[in-house]
Structures are given as C-alpha cells and as structure tokens.
C-alpha cells in the first residue's frame, strides 16, 4: 500500500512537471497551447539521442534537453505563436492541435514509431526497502530523484514568480498589455521568457519521463489529456493547484490500475469529474477569475 503510494506521488511529481508549462502559459499569457506535448517529445528525444548516440552522461542531458526546448520555444513563439496571442481560443486549439500533429508525423519519420528507452546510471536504478508486512515500502532510486527535481522546480517557480520583479511584470503584461507596454515594460519579451521557460519545463518533463513512461511519436497525444486535466483541475492561477491536482491524479491513477485494473484510467476520469462538479474553476482558482 505504502509502496503504492510512493509510485502514485512520484508519478504525480511527473505530471506535474510536464504540465506545468501548459498551466503556465493557459494561466499567466492566457494561451492554449496543446502543442505543449510536442516539447515534451522533443526533450524526451533530445535526451535519447544525446544518451545513445552520442554518450552523454544523463545528468548533464536533463539541462541540456531543458535548454534546447527553451529555444525552440522562443524561436516559434516569435514566429507562430505570437500572432496568436490576440485570437479566440477556438483559434488558439486548432492551430496548436494542427502543430501537434505534424510534430507527430515529422518526429515519425526521423526517429521511426517504435517505442525508445534509455538506460539509467546504476545509482539511479537501485531500490530500498524500509518497514516490514503492511507497512513496508520500497522506493526507487529514480523516482525519489524524480520528487526531487519536481519539489526544487516547484518551489523555485512560485518564488520566481511571487517574489520577483519579473513575476510581477509578467502579472502586469497579462492583466493589461497596452499600459504595462505603456509604463515602459517590455510586453513581448516578458512573454517570450515566459513561454520559452514554459517550453523548457515540458523538455525537462519528457526527458525525465522517457525511463518512466517511454517515448515515441505519439507521446503529445497520448498524454495531452492527462495535461488538460492537471490545469482544468488543479486551476492555472497559481502553482500549487497543477501541483495538487497531478498528485491526487497520480496517485488515482496508481491506485486504481493496481486494484481495479479492468477500469485502468477510468478513475482519473471519474476524480476529475467529481472535483470538477464540486469546484467548476479548479481547486486552487479564484472565484470569478476570467
């Protein structure tokens, strides 16, 4: 049970990760960007490739992968996304959806469809046991560094956020771009920090997800549910709510394929659903937030 529960929060620490630049750019630049599971792909490819092919020690991939999805962000940001910013967000879903799939289809083509693992440094791979009967709990070496990394991004986040000239210019580029333009903020450049950062933390996602979950073309796809409900759940005004709603999630997830496995994913649905009917903003949204 115990062990259950660890695996359930350290997959939920995952999640978290890798929904936490969606909810980043949804709730700070008001911008549906499912595409998001495509950087998420990139940094799990970055890391495979730079591992595999080239030798390269995994730590030192984690800020690599992180860095490369970082400029690839900027770089559509400046050139797609930007135009964007002021369209429905009917607009906004169609053409992130569209880039998806040809992120998809492309990333088919150069690294073929078959499902890609990369081999973990042997300390990374060990396993502990502590207790005994039903209060005995094994933990594994890479998901205590997988709740590791997450706690560290978390808490460095919300300071940046909270606690630092640049959250409150972004707060301010958000709320009223024309008069934070006007009061002598850069507008465009807070968001494209924004959404490169949001891009990177998805990089860094997937790459730590690649020995956990695997990694092959269809990954955007078969996790962007997973992402909308860390948001739609969790609420995107703040960190603690994605951080929250990819715990519950997480360890509903675990818990449920392990003791009702015929129903498999169905109980994060019927949690999202229930948290939803009793808090329709998310648990961590304010009332009233447009």
Known sequence: ?????????????????????LAVTMGLMNFINLAHGAFAMAGGYVLVVLMQRWGVPF??????????TAAAGALLERTLYRPMYGKPH???????????????AACDYVMGSSQVNVQTPEWLRQRFEFGSGALS????????FIIAVCVA??????????????????????????????????????FLLTFATGSGLAGLGGALGVDVL???????????????????????????GPLVAALLLGI???????????????????????????????????????
Do not use: H
């Open 252 to 290: 509903a997830d675990v818990m449920g394929k392990y003791y009702l496995p015929k129903l498999g994913a169905f109980i994060v649905y019927v949690l999202m659903i229930v948290i939803l009917l009793w808090r329709p903003q998310g648990l961590f949204s304010r009332e009233g937030k447009k």
């Open 214 to 240: 695997g990694m092959d073309p269809a990954f955007p796809l078969k996790f962007m549910v997973y992402f909308l409900i860390v948001c739609a759940v969790g609420g995107t005004s703040s960190i603690t």
């Open 59 to 68: 730590l030192a991939c984690l800020p690599i992968a992180f860095v490369v």
């Open 137 to 144: 709990i094994g933990m594994g070496a890479y998901r205590l």
């Open 1 to 21: 049970m115990l062990t259950l529960l660890f695996d359930g929060v350290a997959y939920g620490m995952l999640l978290f990760v890798l929904a936490l630049g």
């Open 90 to 104: 009917l607009d906004q879903v169609l053409f992130s959806i569209g880039l998806t799939f040809m992120a998809v």
């Open 153 to 190: 991004l978390a808490l460095g986040l919300q300071a940046i956020l909270v606690g630092t000239r640049f959250g409150s210019r972004l707060r301010a580029a958000v709320d009223d771009p024309r008069v934070a333009a006007g009061l002598g903020i850069p507008v465009n450049t807070v």
